[in-house]
C-alpha cells in the first residue's frame, strides 16, 4: 500500500529533515577571568551577567523622601530614558519580523481589463474584436530555513532586544544615579552655604572687635584690613556657592524632564547618611550590571552573523504555489473550467563572486573576536569600578573620622585664640590664622562626608542598582 499524504504534510517533513542542517557555530558564552574574590573586600566572588533580577528603589537608602520623588520621576520624564524605551520597542518590533520570514507569504491578486484587437481582413480600423478578461487567484510563497538563515537572523533579533534592554537599565541607573549625585551635591552646597553663613557672622563679629579696639587706639589699622578681607573672602566663597548650587539644580531639572526655569528646589538641612556596604554582599549584585548583559548580547549577536555570512555558501531554496480563476466574464468566473493552479520550487546558488562570500564570513568572525574582546573588557572594568569604590570607601570612612577630630579642634584654636586676642595676649594675624584653618576644616569635614555619599551612588552603579536582592 502507498501512504496517501498530503502535500503540506510533505512540506513540513521535508522542513523537519533539514532543520538539523543549520551552518555556523553554536553559541557558547566567553570565558571572563577567573576572580575568586575582591581584592578590597573578604567574601565577594565575581559572578557572570544576569540582568534580570529587581534592584529596587536603592536611593531609598540616603533616607530622602524628596529624592526619593524626583528618582521616580527620571523613571517616567527623563528623555534619555525615553529614547532608551523607544529603542527597546523598536528591537522588539525587529524579533517579530524577522520570525515572520519563518512563515509562508499569501497574496491574494485580482484584477480586469477591457482590450480591443483590430482586424486585419477589414481594412478598415473600425472592424476588430473587443473583450474583457477578469482574474482572481491566491497565492503563497514560502523559502524553507535548510541552512538556517532565518533562525540565526531570528536569534540574532532577540539577543538584540535583550541587548537594548540591557541598554535601558543601564540609561535608567545612569540617569538616577546621575539624579542621586547631583541632588546629594545640592544638599552638600546647602551646607556649605550654612557654614559660611555662620562663619560669616563670626567675621563680622571679628570686624567690629577690630574697629572698637582700632577705636580705642589698642589695635593698629592692619587688624581692620585684615579682618575686611577675610570677611570679603567668606563673601566671596559664599557667592560662588550660589553659582554652584544653581548649576545644580539646572541639571536636576533637565534629568527630571523639566525646563530649569520651571524648576526650583528650596534649601534644605542636608542628611549626611552614607549607607554601609553589609559584610558578604551576594555575588549575584555583580551579575546585575546592565552593560555586562548588553556586551554579552552583543557577542551572541555576532556569533549568528557567522552563520548567516555562511549560509551564503549553499543553494537557497523556495517554494511557490498559486490556484486562481480567470474568465472574460465575471459570472464565469469561479467555474471549474476556468479554473487555473502552478506549484514550483525554485533554488539559486552563487558560482563565483570573487571571493565576497568568504569576506563577508571573515569580517564576521572578526566583528565577533571584537565584540568578545569588548565583553570580557567590560567584565574588566566592572571589576576595577567596584574595587575603586570599595578602596574610596574604605578610606572615606577613615578621613572623615580624621576631618572630625581636626574640626572640633580647629574650632576650639579659634576660641581660644579669639579670646587671648580680646584680652590683647595675642596679634590679629594669629586670630586670622586661626579662624581660617578652622573654616578649612570645617568645609573639609563636610566636603568629606559628601564625599562618602557620592561614592555610595558610585559603588552602588558599579554593583549594578543597589544591594537588596530581588523581590
Known amino acids: 500500500m502507498r501512504p496517501n499524504l498530503h502535500p503540506y504534510q510533505c512540506a513540513t517533513a521535508l522542513a523537519v529533515l533539514l532543520s538539523g542542517c543549520a551552518v555556523g557555530p553554536s553559541y557558547q558564552r566567553p570565558a571572563t577571568v577567573d576572580v575568586s574574590a575582591f581584592k578590597e573586600a573578604e567574601g565577594w566572588v565575581p559572578a557572570a551577567p544576569a540582568d534580570a533580577l529587581e534592584r529596587g528603589p536603592w536611593w531609598s537608602l540616603f533616607n530622602d523622601p524628596l529624592l526619593d520623588q524626583l528618582a521616580a520621576r527620571v523613571e517616567v520624564s527623563n528623555q534619555n530614558v525615553a529614547a532608551a524605551v523607544a529603542a527597546y520597542a523598536q528591537a522588539r518590533a525587529l524579533v517579530r519580523e524577522q520570525r515572520a520570514g519563518l512563515f509562508p507569504v499569501v497574496t491574494l491578486d485580482g484584477g480586469g481589463t477591457r482590450s480591443h484587437s483590430s482586424s486585419s481582413s477589414s481594412g478598415s480600423g473600425s472592424g476588430g474584436r473587443t473583450g474583457n478578461s477578469y482574474q482572481l487567484s491566491i497565492g503563497g510563497n514560502w523559502e524553507p530555513d535548510v541552512w538556517g538563515r532565518l533562525g540565526r537572523a531570528v536569534e540574532g533579533a532577540k539577543a538584540g532586544a535583550e541587548a537594548s534592554a540591557a541598554d535601558l537599565a543601564s540609561a535608567r541607573l545612569s540617569a538616577q544615579g546621575e539624579l542621586a549625585i547631583n541632588y546629594l551635591s545640592l544638599r552638600q552646597t546647602d551646607a556649605q552655604k550654612a557654614l559660611l553663613t555662620t562663619t560669616i557672622e563670626g567675621f563680622q563679629r571679628s570686624l567690629e572687635i577690630t574697629q572698637n579696639r582700632y577705636s580705642a587706639g589698642i589695635a593698629a589699622k592692619t587688624d581692620v584690613l585684615q579682618a575686611q ?41 542636608w542628611s549626611p547618611v552614607a549607607p554601609e556596604v553589609p559584610v558578604g554582599v551576594p555575588s549575584t549584585l555583580l551579575q546585575r550590571r546592565p552593560d555586562i548583559a548588553a556586551a554579552e548580547r552583543r557577542v551572541a549577536i555576532a556569533n549568528e552573523q557567522i552563520g548567516i555570512a555562511k549560509s551564503a555558501y549553499y543553494p537557497s531554496l523556495s517554494l ?27 533554488a539559486a546558488q552563487v558560482l563565483f563572486n570573487a571571493g565576497a562570500t568568504g569576506a563577508r564570513v571573515e569580517a564576521r568572525q572578526a566583528a565577533h573576536a571584537q565584540a568578545v574582546a569588548q565583553y570580557r573588557q567590560t567584565v574588566l572594568s566592572a571589576f576595577q569600578g567596584v574595587e575603586d569604590q570599595l578602596a574610596a570607601t574604605r578610606v ?25 586676642y580680646r584680652s590683647g595676649q595675642v596679634s590679629f594675624t594669629e586670630v586670622i590664622t586661626a579662624q581660617a584653618t578652622a573654616l578649612n576644616a570645617r568645609r573639609a569635614l563636610v566636603q568629606a562626608m559628601a564625599d562618602r555619599q557620592t561614592t555610595a551612588v558610585a559603588l552602588i552603579q558599579s554593583l549594578g542598582g543597589g544591594w537588596q536582592m530581588g523581590k
Not at 556657592?241 to 524632564?257: K, P, T
Not at 572615606?396 to 587671648?420: C, H, I, K, M, Y
Open 320 to 346: 511557490g504555489a498559486s490556484s486562481g480563476f480567470g474568465a472574460s466574464r465575471v459570472a464565469d468566473l469561479f467555474n471549474a473550467s476556468s479554473s487555473v493552479w502552478s506549484l514550483g520550487l525554485s
Open 396 to 420: 572615606l570612612q577613615t578621613q572623615q573620622d580624621l576631618r572630625r577630630q581636626a574640626s572640633t579642634a580647629a574650632d576650639q584654636v579659634e576660641q581660644q585664640v579669639l579670646n587671648r
Open 229 to 269: 578681607t577675610q570677611l570679603a573672602n567668606a563673601q566671596a566663597d559664599d557667592a560662588g556657592l550660589q553659582r554652584q548650587r544653581a548649576q545644580l539644580e539646572h541639571a536636576i531639572a533637565v534629568l527630571v524632564g523639566v525646563a530649569p526655569g520651571n524648576f526650583t528646589l528650596a534649601p534644605a538641612a
